[in-house]
């Protein structure tokens, strides 16, 4: 959530910032509904002090006298005004903070400008892609994939977008998911496992809410499938106030996701590129403001170790204003080189989301300075979602015999070289 105060004092700054994002925001909106509420704040304060006075004055007279008379049914009248008020300013106060969550964060001033995906600037690269083989396809299309990953059956089951992992195809998923977790914890992340389901406050914390209620799985009484660990994760300290010495914070979870993926169509969603069930391994900090954006590069170094021990190609995007989306002030995206499809995918976005969902939130620390409380930055990225990782494991170490060669990192949790498709 933006600060209230900075909207006040600077919409013209606020209104640049969102028009770089190239987000719809009625930040005009906002300010009026902002200034009927502090009108009924002032109007209630008054009405209250009047209604003091009068109680001060009653006090002074004899009871049964007419001037005390008069001074009861003043009160009377007082008190039902203030009554009236009252339940319109928090029906005001309701309706602006409702207005205000509509708005989305603002970019950093390091955030290059642009609307598409293709005005993301590639700031990182490690590893070459492999030149293209006779045996480099679409990992769906090795033969023998569908024993290993059973989307047909998936989708008789559930639906399309949730495949049974079977054999070998389901240990070399908990193998990662274990080489994730385990190198995270080296890295000094504590494991956390988390609820699976959210409810509407904690979705509304993180931003998932009022933003992305299509995209979201939800239950009858109103409680939330988990779209990323990064839901229940964050809202672990909301409305607690921290001691400063213990940012910064860094955790990590391991969840299954859930997302309906609406209007997803094409080649994009062919294989593992794209489902509505997958594994992956989230990272989270709670850190000073003062030192934000150094973690959000030592949370990017995290994951990229990851790719780089899986000797996996890949490269660093720096998104634009128009592809970061709603709640992150600054994001870097990685994608890793799939072979088979000769394409680009996206493994991880690690973003810094400033005071936006601590504000949401109230995920605050104490300051040794002053002694009052102040927002804590919240910053996440993934370490690493498993599906596409998977794919381009299985597309750069096809070999010529159908066999998958297996990263020297996972062989000691997956058991041996090779995983086999026949």
């Known amino acids: 959530m933006l600060d209230p105060k900075l909207l006040r004092e600077s919409p013209e700054l606020v209104r640049a910032a969102i028009d770089k994002k190239h987000l719809d925001a009625d930040v005009d909106a906002v300010l009026s509904l902002d200034t009927a509420w502090r009108s009924l704040i002032t109007e209630v304060e008054h009405l209250r002090s009047t209604q003091k006075s009068a109680n001060a004055a009653m006090a002074a007279l004899p009871k049964g006298s007419p001037g005390f008379v ?34 989305p964060n603002l970019p950093h001033e390091s955030v290059p ?49 949730f495949p049974f992992f079977i054999g070998e195809g389901a240990r070399l998923v908990r193998s990662l998911l274990n080489f ?48 990323t660990a990064e839901v229940p994760l964050t809202n672990f300290y909301r409305d607690e106030i921290l001691d400063e010495s213990l940012l910064p914070i860094s955790r990590c979870a391991y969840t299954p996701c859930f997302r309906r993926e609406a209007g997803s169509y094409g080649k994009d969603v062919r294989g593992l590129n794209r489902l509505h069930q997958f594994d992956k391994v989230e990272l989270l900090k ?20 990851l790719l780089q021990k899986l000797e996996l190609p890949y490269r660093v995007l720096l998104m634009c204003g128009g592809d970061m989306g709603f709640a992150q002030a600054k994001k870097f ?12 995918l996206e493994v991880s976005s690690c973003s810094n989301f400033e005071a936006f969902q601590a504000r949401r939130a109230q995920i605050r620390f104490r300051s040794q300075a ?18 596409r990782v998977l794919a381009a494991i299985l597309e750069n170490n096809l070999q010529a015999d159908g066999r998958v060669k297996v990263p020297a990192v996972l062989i000691p949790y997956f058991g041996q070289e090779f995983v086999n498709f026949n």
């Open 180 to 227: 994730f977790l385990n190198e995270n914890a080296k890295a000094g992340y504590v494991e956390v496992s988390p609820p699976i389901f959210v409810n509407a406050a904690s979705a509304t914390a993180t931003g998932q809410l009022p933003d992305k209620e299509g995209q979201m799985y939800e239950t009858l009484d109103k409680l939330y499938a988990v779209p």
């Open 370 to 387: 002053t002694g009052k409380p102040e927002l804590v930055h919240t910053l996440n990225g993934s370490g690493l979602a498993v599906p």
């Open 70 to 103: 008069a001074k009861v049914q003043e009160m009377k009248t007082v008190s039902a005004a203030v009554k009236e008020k009252d339940a319109l300013l928090k029906q005001a106060e309701e309706r602006w903070h409702d207005a205000l969550l509509t708005l």
């Open 333 to 344: 995206d990685l994608e890793v080189w799939a072979a088979g499809q000769k394409r680009w």
């Open 113 to 161: 400008e642009g609307k598409t995906p293709a005005e993301n600037q590639v700031i990182f690269e490690h590893g070459t892609p492999p030149a293209a083989n006779p045996t480099a396809v679409a990992h769906w299309e090795i033969p023998g994939f569908e024993k290993l990953y059973d989307f047909g059956r998936g989708a008789k089951v559930t639906g399309a977008g």
């Open 286 to 305: 709670w850190v000073h403001p003062s030192t934000s954006y150094d973690e959000l590069d030592k949370l990017r170094g995290d994951a990229e170790n």
